[in-house]
């Protein structure tokens, strides 16, 4: 806390003497003649290059600290020709200069309003930042099939996604697992709607509400400090230059549920009040009918399984997002924010679970099994289903000052996510002993065959295994208010300096009851007579040749009354000891100094220091004791980072640039992770413990990046990059003696520390140079190669191993060929990431893989007027499974498969 004070003296002494100087500015808006905003022109002072500045993500720019006199203003935009203004600055006072940039030789042939729309002001953006980053404009995100914000991600180099029902629901970037990365809306931190884990679920989002997707591969000393592999900001809509209507309307089929899909957005910005307040109106609803086929292993080392499942999953998956932003402007010089998003994702889903438990040899050497089939379900208010209800949201006041040189912002900040899991209920009927043989022919799609007749499906002969119902909860809430003062000190040099103060609470609140029927006899009659049993075979199982047979039915078990006279209840403490409370404040503080050092060379130095205090609260389950959750008190922890960076950006022309940096970076402890919690599983023989001595990962990053620009709207880049991490946490599966029989046991560790390598090279082109048709294809594409080495390992058991870095796929690739003429656009996609290390275990053997996958994607929209267009697209079009294997690519652990779907409406912009 020291060190904030001394930055808090420091920063109010160089407020208090620029206040004191005034000088003149010049100020104004770029955008294009459709009225668009342009975001990253270049804005700067004719034969005084080294004179000016980047127009922000609406198309603002302001220079400050100008003498009187008169002045020639220019303004650079890949794709469009150069603009000029002459101004004049008299008593130290502003002058207005807007510019309306049209476009170049190269583009009046090409369907500007397209596809290189988005690219103009993505690469634009790109090229001038000094930062090593990629951004995607809405207009780019538009022609990918790409539903929610994960899906949009994947495109990017360097980025790769792992999937839950079929959309991306985590990113990995550069190699980094997503706990070491940070996803933020309009520059906040989004919480996380799951309680273990800091990472934010990218499904939640829609991918048609943000105007871009910017991903920082280095950060400055102005942003948050917690991304090892990256910063993704997701900046939403705001400050219309006119009034914009646009949206979309359509439908879709899912070709593994046989059911179809709706899909709609709408968007409404304008400017009222002599244009002084703007208002931007967005919405999205999305509601898909979807479902997966999936088989699970769990393997011994002879190569024989241990657990076997067969599942089904029906889901109906509802996404709804809202958001607003408002603009004030007082006047040239003062202006007002408010914006706020919220995302709501609900999934209501079934399970019909069938599986093999405790696969082994009895003592005539004859392979058995318990046999269970399990109904997920819920009540009759949740459509008897599973609902897992997610909702994120964010909020922001803010404002921009400026006082003679003297700029002034600041931020007010509040940020929820949740989850609830009502009414969670389970049903399981078992039989005991069954004979049966294991189908280890191909590995990569075992089974089982069962001897047994009585035991091949559900009949009365079965017995009833458990029944029970949860209630999840998990609330995570941040509170943020942040400042920063910017500063000319000379004509070529810029100070930036401010703080920001985070307040976070997270808590998990779960309950889980079991019951027994009073007459159980009675109840297995009931449960498995013909009315209320179903097969739930799919005639056509993804997964291949397997059989799921009959469950009990979803209505059944949603229609239980567990409270009354024909069950007895009691809450199962042991479940419910993971549920813990967490209170983080972190204070930092930053210097930035920007200075151009010739007119090709740049320099941004930055320092920032962030101080983490962590309160945390959980229980102990205490299973020899009186059955109740033992709390274990509040436990504090508290540490300190000092973050400094250098920065370079070498202009050998105008389109071609080399990018250095040297910066270090950090990724806190999961909340849960540091409660001392112990939660003992007796029926699996499995104990997961918590470890308070965790310590935050660190990582010392230096990048090299070289883009060439193209003025016909492209890019060739190549980049190399290294990450020298310290402290990374990792599940450690160890395998101890409790109560006589042999447990595993789960911990988080500071598992050691890692080298990765990188190197990442892109290319996106339309081919406007060749005749005829051939001018309307395209090209983009890029690839990326990650090495990873685990130095110092304090892994158990596997200290002299070689070992890779959990989420690191050694080569990620995306492509996409499209063709885009002034009314017809066709797009083919591809994506491929290599398989990787997911989960260490207790020997290699037991190690988690996540397998490599290839999608392909298909789109295409026609222009009907300028106004409207039809669109098509088609996901996953080679039915590519999530895939996990146990130590060697022949032993599946999960292929989970989605099936393939397609969607097509209407788009309108006015």
Known sequence: ??????????????????????????????????????????????????????????????????????????????GFKEAVAAITIANGEGAEANFILNEGIELQEIKINGQLQGQTKALNQQKNSIKITNVIASDQVERFPDSNIGD?????????????????????????????????????????????????????????????????????????????????????????????????????????SQKPMAVGSIVYGDRFINNKLGMVLSGSYFNHQLGSDNIEAEWEDDGNMKDFQIRTYEVQRERQSYSASFDFNINDKHSLDLKGIYNRRKDWENRYRLRYKDIEQDDNGNWVSEIRRQTKAGTSDNKYARLE???????????????????????????????????????????????????????????????TPEAKDLNSNW??????????????????????????????????????????EKKRDNKFYEYEPVDEDAFIAQATSGANIADETRDNFRAGDYTAGSFVTKEFVGGLTLDGADFEGEENKEETAGNFNAKEDVYAGYFRWDQTITSQLTAVAGIRYEYTNVEYAGFIFDPDGIGEGIPTGTQTSDYANLLPSVLLKYDISELTKLKAAWTNTLARPRYFDLVPYEIYNREDEELAVGNSKLNATSSMNFDLMLEHYFQSIGVVSAGLYYKGISDYIANQRTNEMIDGSEWRVYQPINAGDADLFGFEAAFQRQFNFLPGFLKNIGLYAN????????????????????????????????????????????????NYASDFLDEYGSEAFEDRYYDKATHVDLSGSYDLSKNLKIFAEVNNLLDQPLRYYQGDEQYTM???????????????NF
Do not use: C
């Open 389 to 451: 209800d997610q909702t994120t949201m964010n909020f922001s006041l803010g404002g921009e000052h400026h006082f003679g040189i003297l700029t002034a912002d600041w931020k007010a900040a509040y940020s929820k996510a949740k989850e609830e899991r009502p009414n969670e209920r389970y049903l399981s009927m078992r039989y005991k002993d069954a004979s049966i043989e294991q189908e280890l022919g191909d590995t990569k799609k075992p089974n089982v065959m069962v001897n």
């Open 152 to 256: 949009a991600l994947k495109r990017i180099p360097g980025i790769n996604v792992q999937y839950d029902q079929g959309e991306a629901r985590f990113g990995n970037i550069r190699g980094t697992a997503p706990d070491l990365n940070s996803v933020t809306i309009n520059g906040e931190r989004i919480p996380s709607a799951e309680a273990e884990t800091r990472s934010v679920q990218l499904d939640l989002i829609p991918a048609d509400m943000v105007q871009s997707i910017e991903v920082s591969k280095v950060v400055t000393a102005d942003m948050e400090g917690d991304a090892i592999g990256g910063s993704v900001n997701l900046v939403t809509r705001s400050k219309p230059v006119d009034r914009r209507i646009s949206g979309t309307v359509g439908s879709g089929y899912n070709f593994l």
């Open 783 to 830: 690839y990326s190669y990650n090495y990873s080495k685990v130095n110092n390992v304090k892994l158990e058991d596997r200290e002299n191993e070689e070992l890779e870095l959990p989420g690191t796929p050694e080569h990620t690739l995306n492509a996409s060929l499209f063709y885009e003429s002034k009314k017809l656009t066709l797009r083919a996609s591809l």
């Open 894 to 908: 999960q292929a989970e498969y989605y099936g393939v779907r397609m969607q097509g409406g209407i788009r309108f």
């Open 1 to 78: 806390m020291r060190t904030i004070k001394w930055f808090a003296i420091l920063a109010i002494s160089l407020i208090n003497l620029s206040a004191l100087a005034q000088s003149g500015y010049v100020h104004g808006r770029i955008t294009d003649s459709k009225n668009y905003p342009l975001p990253g022109a270049a804005v700067y002072l004719h034969n005084h290059a080294e004179i000016g500045t980047i127009t922000d993500i609406n198309g603002f720019y302001r220079i400050k600290n100008l003498k009187d006199g008169d002045y020639t203003i220019k303004v650079n935009y890949i």
């Open 463 to 504: 017995g009833f295994k458990e029944l029970t119902e949860e209630f999840q909860f998990t609330d995570d809430i941040d509170k943020t208010f942040s400042t920063n003062f910017e500063l000319p000190t000379t004509g070529s040099s810029n100070l930036k300096f401010g703080f920001k103060y985070k307040s976070k």
